[in-house]
Structure formats: C-alpha cells, structure tokens
C-alpha cells in the first residue's frame, strides 16, 4: 500500500512541473491533499493497521505527503511569479524619448558656479591644502561665539542670519559663512593644518543684482608654527595669479574681522588699472584658536575667504548674479 501512495507522489511532482497555471495547481492538489483524496484516506485508515506496523506506516505516508505539499508549494511560487512577470511586461509602458537622427543630441554640463567650486579646489589642493566639509546648520557656539562673536558683539547683528526653529531660541541657524568649518576641524585635528572649506551659506539679504540669500563662499585656514601676515600675502598672490594669470595683481587693505587680527581685504587688479574687492583675511585671533584649544603661543595661523558666485560673475563679466539661480537654459548653455 505504501509503494502506492509513494508512486501517487513521484506522479505528483511531475504534474506539477508541467502545471500550466495557478487553477491546474489548486485541482491538482485538491486531487491529492483534500478531504477526499487518497492520502486523506490513507490516513484514516492507518487505525486498521497492527500497531508494530503503524508507526512504520505512518512516517512513510507523511514523507509521501511532505513530497506532495512541497511540489505544490513549488510549483505556486513559479507560475506566481511567472504570472506577476507576465502582468508586468504587458503594463509596462516605454517612456523613452527619442529624437529624429537629425537632431544632435545636446548634452548638459556642470553650473558655471559648480565649475567655479571645482577650480578653487583645485588650486588650492595644488598647493598643499585638503577640502573640508560641515553641515549647513549650525549653532551659535560655530556660527559666533567660537569665532570670537559673542552674544553682545555689535558684528553679529551684521550676519543676518536665518535661524532654525529648534533647541533654544536663536541657538540653532544656517550657517551664514563657512568659518565654522574651521573651528570643527580645529577642534579634531591637530596642527599644522592647511584646509579649505566651499559650501553653501545663508543670509537674510533680498536678492539683487550683487546678492543672494543662498550663495556659496570658501574659506581657507593656515595653522603652523611661526606663521606669519608675509605667508597670508604670499598664499593670495599666488591664488590669484593660479585663477587669473600671472599678469593680475592682489593687493592687502587694512579692514576689521572679529575672528582674524590684524585684519585686511584683498583685491585683484583690473585691466583698466582699477582694484575690485574680492575677500576678507587675516591672521586667525588668539581667542579663536584658544577656544578650539590650540595654544597661541605655539601656532599661529591665517585665514581667508570670498565669495564663490561672485568670484564667477567677475570671471565671466556678468551684471546680474541672479542669472546663475534663474536656470535659463540660454544662459547657461554659454559656460
């Protein structure tokens, strides 16, 4: 009786492989599985047996069965699966665009800013410096106060800035320059260091021709021992004449930063023999660096920084910055 129901298996698992859909499965197994099926009475019928012979028949019927309900189970997964394929590649919609063969197909390229992010850092990495990163919000301890901006400091009213709804009131902000990525890398690295950090800043300035409320800067930092303004000079001149050519000149003036003393603005020469403004250095203070527990007395160091979107209307002798954020096609498509 056993060989029998062993065969009814083996017979099974052939049908179901040749199964040609779900329905064939389930009649299938109803044929063998079910109320009235031949295993179902097989069992019942194992009480009529000598019981030395029960156990022995028993373990043989349910391997028989196992064999069955796994071939079914098998056999479901493959024509499920088969039919899901099927659905999906009769929904499957071709969203393709294709042009006429007489149309060249016009490719896109990097923003004129992005470009310009890319050109800084490549110079300053040629001269030794490594990019660094930190996040766009900040609190006020990187934002202000590690930077020697404390709360009652009358500059700290002139950064305009664009706070966030969390912690403490006026706690938490945009950053609104890229200074306190020096701080976090002067906090967790030990000197020398020779960084610079582009990324993005805010500030709550209508947009204009000259400004933004988002716009990008990079600021450089120097800390090494006996560092001193003649290396801040040197370090200009020879960005300035990497970006624009040897025949551009930079020159120092005497300006006022919380975070650097002295402090001083530098400007590149033009064609015409006039100056424009392009950033703001100095040598790092010594409050800046004890904040970030660095003794002043062992380092020194300098720091820099400018605007990158204006960097990249004066290259390319643009009179409206808001040309890089409106996404004209026809202007970009010139850089």
């Not at 403490?168 to 906090?187: A, G, K």
């Not at 000259?210 to 990079?218: D, E, M, S, V």
């Not at 403004?277 to 904040?291: A, I, K």
Request: proline share 6%; hydrophobic share 40%; aromatic share 8%.
């Amino acid at each position: 009786m056993m060989e029998g129901y062993e065969k009814a298996a083996a017979d099974a698992e052939e049908r179901l492989a040749s199964a040609a859909d779900i329905h064939a499965v389930a009649d299938i197994e109803r044929d063998l599985l079910g109320r009235r099926s031949q295993f179902t009475e097989a069992k019942r019928r194992l009480g009529d047996l000598d019981p030395g012979d029960r156990a022995a028949a028993g373990r043989r019927l349910n391997a028989a069965r196992e064999r069955v309900e796994a071939s079914v189970a098998a056999a479901r997964a493959r024509l499920t699966a088969s039919g899901r394929a099927d659905r999906y590649e009769a929904e499957r919609l071709d969203l393709t665009e294709r042009l006429p063969r007489v149309v060249p197909l016009r490719r896109g390229h990097l923003h004129p800013v992005t470009q310009a992010r890319d050109r800084l850092e490549d110079v300053f990495v040629g001269m030794g410096y490594t990019v660094a990163e930190g996040p766009e919000v900040e609190s006020a301890w990187y934002n202000f106060e590690a930077l020697n901006i404390p709360e009652w400091h009358p500059a700290r009213g002139e950064f305009d800035t664009i706070f966030v709804n969390l912690g403490q009131p006026e706690e938490v902000m945009l950053r609104s320059h890229t200074s306190p990525v020096q701080i976090r890398v002067m906090e967790n690295r030990e000197p020398p260091i020779y960084i610079v950090a582009p990324g993005r800043t805010f500030r709550t300035d209508t947009a204009d021709a000259t400004h933004l409320p988002a716009f990008n800067q990079i600021e450089g930092l120097a800390v090494d021992r006996n560092i001193t303004l003649g290396d801040l000079a040197g370090t200009i001149d020879e960005f300035v004449r990497a970006l624009f050519g040897r025949e551009v000149k930079a020159r120092l003036r005497p300006s006022y930063f919380p975070f650097t003393e002295p402090s001083a603005e530098f400007d590149i020469s033009r064609p015409d023999g006039s100056w424009l403004e392009l950033g703001g250095c100095g040598m790092v203070h010594p409050n800046v660096l004890r904040n970030c527990g660095i003794d002043p007395e062992e380092w020194q160091g300098f720091a820099f920084g400018f605007g990158i979107d204006r960097l990249a209307v004066m290259r390319h002798d643009i009179d409206d910055i808001r040309e890089f954020v409106n996404n004209d096609v026809r202007f970009l498509s010139q850089f």
